[in-house]
């Protein structure tokens, strides 16, 4: 079973005085399977947040359908296992963490003991104990990110429906949201989130589809694209003797000196391998080797220009 | 049931603005201002009084039905709040509801406090409670739910400055349906047509105002306040449904 499925989902919208019809989706057929991290990749304005408020119904579809787990996603119980977070925390600021969670749990009709114990435990998970107490108001950017996420995990939901959920947050934020969601996943449920950072979605996803002006460029498996010819690998050294160096670059020329380090950008594995070779060989310290997984960047990039050439 | 978490939570958002403490704040002070005003007329006090406060109740509680009511809706969907609710299991009838009934029992609690004070003024000075003037409260409550539910349908589409100058619209010629009834029996073709089509699609707020009767003495049958209320419900009920048809189908841009 799919958690979410769409066939040749299309919304138009009217605009202007003549209203103007503009196409921001178009004929989108995507599948998520159950139990994976999805990531909704696209640039701005790509249609990422159309796609999402469709499947919420907080908009209607001009053409297509969509389900989730099955259920046609204007049924109004299919939203029992879904949980939301909108882009950008808009939230009722008057009321205060644990009065805001109380709130959402009973729209699930959660009997009122199980839901105290439910809405602490959440504050715990996204680590707001403290702020439980302190209207919303007064949280930070990062701090209602959290509430939000603990929103939309208050039914326990099997798929967490994320809308750029590290937009707008400081590197360590980030790295928070990163790891509650592998902790979701771990705790068996399924992430369909979008962004436009290549490097969030590369580091937790497990599929990745490509959105650009409203069209679906590609989906793709992230471990495929590791996998994949043409993925570079860039090696870091340093104390290394030039006359090594000499060595190296008579089968590699993309070497870069910056002070006492030194880049090398291997094409492939075997000349990795025969690169530290040489390196271990003349006692070079080995720094790092960081797998340049440059074909999503670079699928990205050909999306773009296709994008363009239509708008 | 989900429209009372929906209305509770409306409810505590009125309760923590501003506004609402700014209106209830002055209406008081208006409504003790009438013993002043009251002195200054002969052996006519009370009734000066009287007359007073229940204009101030229902100048003010109108006040904060429109004011409130025009950007109940609006505002969850500027905000974005609303998007986090309609992706949970709840209807958007339900939410509309919820909205409504908790603006409702903002105005109800309003309505208390305002008539408990004015009552009190009166026990002050004359030593007993006119109850006859509860007759009238109960009729400007009634007028004060129709006002809402007009100002909560023009929210579901239209920005709160626009809603605000419909509602007011509205308002201000419902309380001249009797007069417009009037001019189209006595004028013929086009005329006649154009006035009753508005004396039947708004509201006939005659049918709530009491308040010069009440305070002169003259009898209301409770036959006339329960046709009242009737009316009031079934005008409610028709302006309710075309919400609800209108805000189910908008999308949530």
Known sequence: MAAIKTEGLTKDYRTGFFLKKIRVLENLNLEVEEKEIFGFLGPNGAGKTTTLKLLMGLIYPSSGKAWIFNKEINDISAKKEIGFLPEGPYFYDYLTGSEFLNFYGGLFSIEKKRLRVKVEELLETVGLGEAGKLQLRRYSKGMLQRIGIAQSLINDPKLVILDEPMSGLDPIGRKEIRDLIIRLKDAGKTIFFSSHILSDVEMICDRVAILVKGMLIDTVSVNDLLKEEGGTIEICVSDFERSALERIREFNKKIINRGERIYITAGSESEKDEILKIIFERKGKLISVTPQKKSLEALFFKGMDKGKGKG | ?253
């Not at chain 2, 109108?62 to 609303?82: M, P, Q």
């Not at chain 2, 003495?217 to 036959?223: K, M, R």
């Open chain 2, 1 to 253: 049931m989900k429209i009372f978490v929906i209305a509770k939570n409306t409810f505590k958002e009125i309760i923590r603005d501003k506004i609402l403490y700014n209106i209830l704040f002055f209406a008081i002070l208006m409504i003790g201002a009438s013993v002043l005003l009251g002195k200054l007329s002969l052996g006519e006090q009370l009734k000066v009084i009287e007359d007073m406060g229940l204009a101030c109740i229902s100048v003010f509680g109108t006040l904060i039905a429109i004011f409130v009511g025009i950007s109940l809706v609006f505002k969850e969907i500027d905000k974005r709040t609303i998007y986090t609710i309609i992706a949970k299991p709840v209807t958007r009838t339900e939410f509309l509801l919820g909205k409504f009934l908790g603006l409702v029992l903002i105005l109800l609690i309003n309505i208390i406090i305002m008539s408990g004070c004015f009552e009190s003024i009166i026990f002050m000075i004359s030593n007993s409670l006119n109850l006859e003037l509860m007759k009238a409260v109960i009729l400007i409550f009634a007028e004060l739910v129709v006002i809402t539910s007009i100002a909560v349908m023009f929210s579901t589409f239209s920005t709160p400055f626009l809603s605000g100058i419909f509602t007011l619209a509205f308002y201000v010629i419902g309380n001249f349906s009797m007069d417009i009834k009037n001019l189209g029996e006595k004028s013929n073709g086009l005329a006649r047509a154009f006035t009753s089509v508005i004396y039947y699609i708004l509201p006939n707020l005659d049918n709530f105002d009491i308040k010069g009767k009440v305070v002169h003495g003259n009898p209301v049958s409770y036959e006339f306040i329960a046709y009242s209320i009737i009316y009031g419900i079934l005008y409610i009920s028709i302006v309710l449904i075309i919400s609800v048809v209108i805000f189910q189908r908008r999308d949530f841009k």
